[in-house]
């Protein structure tokens, strides 16, 4: 059954050679008026699906090991383990979809401290000094801030990447979307745009502007007191 | 030393008088390989090899030490217009690794080895060689450099007789379970009565300093092994027989170099038949088996395996293998012989023709490539029970459990039901290119930035597949059909079926007709099979590799190069392979079927006619990859 294993990769590296390939990552933060609320981070890699289930067919491309659909789900099960530890974190779920490649992690938080504290456990725990992304949220004073710090790091860690592996990045985006109970009086991110509502405030970004720096995620939105 | 040796053998690989370097092979040498310097000087000269990539980084290598400038690769005193050859040797205690090399001018040699390892030269009777040597040992005289490489055999060496010859400590003296062989050691090899020869050495050339550090391995003196622990033992062992493999090795390389013709290889009628004035490089095999079993032997002594009738299964198969760098293609011949009884097999499983039907379903304008493979189902299920009961029979522990248990599957197996089913003749298209519409999940949102999932599409270019397989009972096959298609699994459409599997990133279609089994990924291909409207073109040269080859694969450079859209492709090294396959035509494998006990495969490479020859081709492909 040789013929088979071979028929296999001619057909996953024929595939590999012509499908196009991209991501997008979005945020979303819905904020209650006592500051507790909840949070949904989803990877939706659907547009390169094809492309993905031909890499699953390979044990390694462009040098990378391919994870397999168990390493995947071990790596998403360690997240939701290391929320359900955190301080203030509740309800966190998990939606894993392997034929449309598109990965969720949800939770209740009491209040957006709780997400920050577990951001930074999480990056000492990758070696990191300090978190790049942070949330503030002042109820007296009525406004919340979304702390973010260009990381250098990024763009090098990037610029190592072989050109074939770089091309991933280039369709792909970020968005962020924080919802309120109450409306909106002003927002500092200038390609940030507020909803008809006026209770929501989304931005998309470019991955490479991220990379680059060009793209800032800061923004610090006043509510109506 | 690790550079000259790489420059050694690097000169070696690509170029290095036939009849008197053959000489020095011995009679019993089991592969024997040559490459003709002449040859492939006629296809690329020494000057062309000196500036093409390959030899300048061989030369940027060698003058890093800054001593001596070399300009040419003629510089290192090798005859590169002449053959040199490497041959392997099997004895019951050691193996050798060996290559002669001829040489040109013993004094350019011999200033570019000592510049190089910075030893001392010492000579006995017109044989020279190192004061101290490395793991691979290098004799020379005025016209052949010989290296040889000895790995002692770990089975031969874990006999308590030939340990306490050899001085070497028992392992397992403490393991009251080891049971004392009571074996007589009758065969003794032939170098345990080698004695240290007193041998006069005359100095020619002392003026370098010693690099200390790299003998130091040379003059680690066998000690008395106080320390009881197990590594220490493995240790002291492993230095004993480093040293024993090393003196070995020092004998045998004399021994070649002072071979007289009547004991050499040359006149082995299977050996003769490798040779051939136009092949540029050519390999002989003269027993697999006793390769097999002597490799296999040290491994399967520790893993238990040791009563594998490995031999048995490669008894009487050799090889001759012939490379030809010709203008407008390269070639590698092979010649597998087999023993009377896997020929007979062989010819058995074999005896299926690939179906020429399936040339009615081949566009040659815009295929790809391909692979096909021609097998009597049948006669493979009845013959490899038989090979396999050959292997595990010599099995004292599970030998007629392993007999009883193949026996048992062949009951079960009905051979002429499932060769009816899938008779064995396959082939495998890379049919062309098309444009797929594929489905996407993406959000859309609504004026308060709430989104709901929707279904996009987009249009993605996707290799075409086309796999044919004959069939002489479709009605299994239906049945599976009818419980997939409950299971919904698979979809009827306009004759034809879909198969639909959530993991596969291509959607495939299937359909059986005239006792053929289509499946592949263009539905559009898939439609004109069944309403037989397939606009097939398929050439004599084709039609003949496919009908008269048990194994094809062939692939068309150009088409590859003019469809796949390689600019785009997220793999490595894309410049490069769109490169090559720009500067690429046809390459193909086709193996013959079984005559006599031989089985022919041939490998071609066709050369573009923008290069100038093969060799010159092939240069210029490692150039591209390399930098």
């Known amino acids: ?225 | 030393m690790k550079k000259l040796l790489c420059s050694a053998i690097l000169c070696l690989s690509a170029f290095a008088n036939a009849q008197e370097t053959a000489t020095k092979i011995p009679s019993d040498a089991v592969v024997v390989a040559a490459v003709k310097g002449g040859n492939l000087l006629q296809l690329m000269s020494v000057n062309d090899l000196n500036a093409s990539y390959f030899g300048k980084e061989i030369l940027k290598e060698l003058n890093k030490k800054g001593e001596q400038a070399y300009s040419s690769l003629e510089d290192f005193g090798f005859d590169l217009n002449a053959t040199s050859h490497y041959f392997y040797q099997i004895k019951d205690s050691i193996n050798y690794n060996a290559f002669i090399v001829p040489i040109k001018e013993v004094s350019k040699f011999e200033n570019f080895v000592t510049t190089q390892s910075k030893k001392e030269i010492v000579s006995e009777n017109g044989v020279r060689t190192f004061k101290d040597q490395d793991e691979i040992v290098m004799v020379w005289n005025e016209s052949m450099l010989v290296l040889v490489m000895g790995s002692t055999s770990d089975y031969f060496f874990s006999d308590p007789v030939v340990m306490e010859r050899y001085g070497l400590e028992d392992l397992y003296s403490y393991d009251e379970a080891v049971v004392e062989s009571t074996e007589v050691y009758e065969d003794y090899p032939e170098e345990e009565n080698i004695e240290a020869e007193e041998i006069e050495e005359t100095v020619i050339e002392s003026t370098e300093t010693y690099d200390d550090d790299e003998d130091v391995v040379e003059e680690v003196v066998i000690e008395d092994y106080d320390n009881s622990s197990y590594y220490d033992y493995y240790n002291g062992n492993y230095e004993k027989k480093k040293a024993l493999a090393k003196e070995w090795s020092l004998k045998r390389a004399k021994d070649i170099l002072a071979q007289p013709e009547s004991q050499s290889i040359i006149f082995n009628k299977s050996y003769q038949n490798s040779l051939d004035d136009n092949a540029e490089a050519t390999l002989w095999v003269s027993d697999f088996g006793a390769i097999y079993q002597n490799l296999l032997g040290d491994s399967m002594y520790y893993t238990g395996l040791s009563d594998f009738n490995i031999g048995s299964m490669y008894a009487d198969s050799g090889m001759i293998a012939k490379l030809f760098m010709e203008k407008d293609k390269m070639q590698i011949n092979i010649i597998y012989t087999v023993s009377d009884e896997m020929a007979d097999s062989y010819k058995k499983m074999t005896s299926r023709k690939l179906n020429s039907k399936f040339f009615k379903y081949i566009n040659e304008d815009r295929m790809m490539g391909y692979m096909s493979y021609a097998m009597s189902t049948k006669a493979a299920l009845e013959e490899y029970p038989k090979i396999l009961k050959n292997l595990y029979a010599s099995m004292p522990m599970y030998g007629d459990e392993a007999d009883l248990a193949i026996d048992f599957v062949a009951l079960l197996l009905d051979e002429e039901a499932i060769a009816k089913v899938f008779t064995g003749d396959m082939l495998f298209l890379l049919s062309g290119i098309s444009q797929k519409e594929v489905t996407y999940t993406s959000y859309e949102y609504n004026d308060d930035y709430e989104y709901e999932t929707v279904e996009k599409t987009k249009m993605e270019t996707v290799p075409d597949f086309l796999l044919m397989a004959s069939t002489d009972d479709s009605k299994f096959l239906n049945k599976l059909i009818d419980y997939a298609m409950k299971k919904q699994v698979v979809v009827y459409e306009r004759g034809y079926y879909a198969l639909k599997i959530p993991e596969s990133p291509l959607a495939v279609y299937f359909t059986i007709k005239n006792g053929i089994v289509f499946m592949g990924t263009s539905e559009m291909e898939m439609y004109k099979i069944v309403a037989g409207t397939f606009d097939a073109k398929l050439s004599s040269k084709h039609k003949k590799m496919l009908k008269n080859s048990t194994y094809s694969a062939y692939l068309s450079g150009k088409q590859l190069a003019s469809k796949l859209p390689i600019d785009d492709m997220s793999l490595d090294a894309v410049t490069k392979l769109n490169w090559f396959l720009k500067n690429s035509e046809d390459g193909y494998i086709t193996s013959s079927r079984i005559k006599g006990n031989e089985i022919k495969t041939e490998m071609v490479i066709e050369v573009p006619a923008s290069e100038e020859n093969s060799l010159k081709y092939l240069f210029n492909i490692i150039e591209t990859f390399a930098k």
């Open chain 1, 1 to 225: 059954m040789k013929i088979l294993a071979y028929l296999k990769y001619t057909l996953a590296v024929f595939l590999l050679c012509t499908i196009t390939s991209c991501f997008e990552v979005i945020e979303e933060v819905n904020l209650k008026n006592d500051g507790s609320g909840s949070m949904i981070f989803t990877l939706n890699m659907s547009k390169s699906k094809a492309k993905l289930a031909s890499i699953m067919l390979l044990d390694s491309v462009n040098g990378f090991k391919v994870p397999s659909r168990k390493d995947i789900q071990k790596s998403l099960d360690e997240i939701v383990a290391e929320l359900n530890k955190a301080e203030g974190i509740t309800n966190v779920k998990e939606t894993a979809d392997y034929d449309n490649f598109i990965f969720s992690v949800s939770c209740n938080f009491k209040k957006i401290d709780n997400i920050n504290s577990m951001t930074d456990d999480l990056w000492r725990k990758q070696k990191n000094k300090t978190a790049v992304s942070s949330y503030l949220f002042d109820a007296s004073k009525g406004y919340f801030k979304r702390h973010y710090q260009y990381d250098v790091e990024a763009k090098k860690q990037y610029n190592k990447l072989k050109s074939e592996n770089k091309k991933v990045f280039d369709d792909a985006s970020y968005t962020t979307i924080y919802r309120f109970d109450k409306e909106i009086v002003s927002q500092t991110n200038g390609s940030s745009k507020i909803s008809k509502s006026k209770k929501a405030v989304m931005q998309r970004v470019s991955a490479l502007d991220i990379i680059n720096g060009k793209g800032n995620l800061a923004n610090t939105i006043q509510l109506k007191k």
